[in-house]
């Protein structure tokens, strides 16, 4: 990550009490898949990360300024924790683990539930567990290579 920012904060929602805090604020088409997984994860992104700077990055002492502009922040928060989420579904893949990343859900809920009292927001949610054959439809389309590459 940028700077060695590290931004994702995760939260792992196992227990029948937290998926209860959490089922109500995912949108009707995620909400019977969220409960039915044994482990749902919170990905988030704290804004606050620069802070965590002197320790994360020790070699540039001033790297707490390059994130003043609140604008900047949230951009490095969003970018670098969207990376470390895809990490995730790849390293539960590669644990045998099936992964269903959602961004369908009450954001300001989810931050207010879970991320109360700090500078953490959601940015996206994680079933994990083992998929059954069932409700599965094929693999969707991807554009061709020339359709969403150049090379210049
Ligand atoms: C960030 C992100 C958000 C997604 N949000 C949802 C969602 O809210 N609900 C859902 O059913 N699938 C969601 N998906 C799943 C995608 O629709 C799915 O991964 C994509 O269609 C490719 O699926 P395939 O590889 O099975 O074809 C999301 C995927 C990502 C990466």
Known sequence: TAANSTPARFVFVTS?????RLLPLMSEGNRAKTAAAPVTLIVGMDLD????????????????A?????????????????????????????????VGPMSGFD?????????????????????LGYGSDENLYPRSPRLAFEEAAEIV
Request: hydrophobic share 50%; aromatic share 12%; net charge neutral.
């Open 107 to 127: 954001a300001a809920g989810v931050k207010a539930e879970f991320f109360a009292g700090t500078a953490i927001e959601p940015n996206f949610i994680v079933n």
């Open 16 to 20: 029948e009490a937290a998926k209860a």
């Open 66 to 98: 390059w994130f003043a502009d609140p604008a900047a922040r949230r951009e490095t928060a969003f970018r670098n924790s969207s990376l470390q989420g895809g990490y995730v579904l790849l390293a539960a893949r590669a644990l045998g683990l099936d």
């Open 49 to 64: 990360f620069p802070e965590t700077l002197p320790t994360l990055f020790p070699h540039a002492p001033g790297a707490k």
